[in-house]
């Protein structure tokens, strides 16, 4: 009886439940607080639009109002806290998770699984869902609109005009959220292409282009009239760029070769996105006919589509003024997850056929791994060989009698490990014992100076939901002890994980000496922050403000 539940189509709809309780389980037992940059900047922003007095400014993060405004609708329905700020990015998961299951739920409820799993337990998708970045909005768009295209040339539809619509809307919502949508812009536009050569589609294509058309030229006489630029979106991009770790125009040409050549590898290892590209690798590769685009013409789309986005993230650069590849973040190239689970999820349902290839590929990843010392990454990865050489050597010489389906469901066990070990872990932060203590103390910072970093300084009313703005400044700042000498209470606020060498060197000298940072880190570990009273007195001379009384209890 549990066996031919296990193995019925109906069943496929509890483990669909079960990846939305890891999914958001992860969104709420594994939040470990912010960046405190690009997510903070979206909140900000939001927060504004929500009170009516959002503006844009010259900072590229404001001009992605896809993401502000659709967190400022959620601030303005539930209010302002961390959970409604992690709730877009939330939806967006879940919204892809749920597409992509369902339109392949009535052809094959076993394979829509096993992409819905591929998807939604791919780790950094789930690492994703409690972060407000503009990735998961463009994955989630992207793929909408790769999926109306793909119905309008695989189906008869009623509405090709309203598909169109839905269409561009879809792409403008991505374009609105970030730029990485022009990864999938040469696919659609080849596609436009072969159907104008061949004569389909005319209809859609058609109401399509007006869309398109009637939209860039509508953005464009908004921006000339905000800003007297056409362009200045792509202006404030270019301008955004600057020399960092992450940036290549500044580098040399090794590390440009470097960069084009294995370090993406080295990227999918890191993040475990190498296990859905190693999945989709038959499809890819054409591993069963010997070319690039095999068996039906619906897989040959989808094979086009990836491929072309990892192209343009391989090789694609960020400006026109000079050649500078994408940084390798992994959420840079989430609106690739989708198509490669596809993929993969459907060459998955031919375990027998491919499982030797699978074997000797996350052999090799492991293997690379191991070399590289990934940890973690690398224990899954060699999970996920000795299942694939068990099903191998199984499919060969029959040493078990065990079905297909049950080689699915050690499958998707070996999925679940890494998002739920991650759920349950120890924070790597104290951000909500934090926020916890410091709401305590909102009636004493409400007219007060802090003191602190400049990342806390800068996103420091979030900290407290927006109920109150206390003045700030960071350690870095000049002119501390003339801003000190305008409030009566001043305090200093130091973040356990913002406390940058940098910083803690103009910490250093704020506290000349008084307090040392060999007995602060103790102190701040306690409760990953603490929090000190100056002495406004003390302050009239150039970082010399002193330190009253000890720490606080907080």
Known sequence: ???????????????????????????????????????????????????????????????????????????????????????????????????????????????ALLMAALFG??????????????DGLVCAATFTAAILLWKVRTETVSRPGLYAFLFILSLWIAFLAKVTVFYTLPFFFSVWVYDLIHQKNLLFWKTALIAAILSVLGAGVFYYTLFGDLFYR??????????????????????????????????????????VLVLAFPALGGWKRGRWFVYAKEERYWVGYTLIILFFFWFGSTS???????????????LIVPPLALLGGKRLWKLNDHAGMYACLFALVTIVSWLLQIGNQMLLYLLLTGFFGVVFINARWKVWKVSQKTGYLFFLIILFIHPVYSMQKPPATSYRAMKEALF??????????????????THLPHLFDYQIHPAST?????????????????????????????????????????????????????????????????????????????????
């Open 1 to 111: 009886m549990l066996a031919s539940f296990l193995f019925s189509k109906q069943s496929t709809l509890c483990f669909l439940a079960l990846i939305h309780v890891i999914i958001i389980g992860f969104w709420y037992f594994g939040f470990e607080g912010y960046d405190f940059y690009d997510d903070l900047g979206y909140a900000k922003y939001a927060y504004h639009m929500s009170q009516g007095n959002f503006q844009l400014d010259a900072s590229l993060f404001s001009h992605r109002v896809a993401v502000i405004s659709f967190t400022a609708l959620i601030y303005k329905l539930l209010g302002y806290s961390d959970w409604t700020t992690n709730l877009p990015p939330l939806l967006w998961t879940l919204f892809t998770l749920n597409l992509l299951f369902w339109v392949w739920y009535k052809r094959h409820a076993w394979i």
């Open 320 to 334: 026109l003024r000079y050649y500078n590849p994408i940084a390798l973040f992994a959420r840079h190239l989430l």
């Open 474 to 554: 960071d350690f870095g700042d000049e002119a501390i002890a003339s801003k000190m000498d305008r409030y009566s209470q001043v305090f200093l606020l130091v973040y356990q994980h913002h406390l940058f060498p940098d910083q803690a060197e103009a910490l250093n000298r704020l506290l000349e000496g008084r307090i040392s940072l060999e007995k602060l880190h103790p102190l701040v570990q306690q409760k990953g922050f603490r929090l000190y009273q100056i002495q406004v007195p003390e302050v009239r001379r150039r970082f010399a403000p002193g330190v009253a009384g000890g720490p606080m209890p907080y």
């Open 234 to 275: 792509f202006e404030a991009i270019f301008n955004g760029h600057y020399v960092s770790p992450n940036s290549y125009f500044d580098k040399d040409g090794w590390a440009l070769l470097k960069r084009l050549s294995y370090e993406p590898f080295v990227m999918f290892m890191y993040s475990g996105m190498i296990i």
């Open 121 to 134: 337990l791919d780790f950094y998708v789930v690492f994703f869902s409690n972060k407000l970045y503009p």
């Open 440 to 457: 305590t103390q909102q009636p004493l910072l409400q007219d007060a100076l802090v003191i602190t970093d400049y990342l806390t300084s």
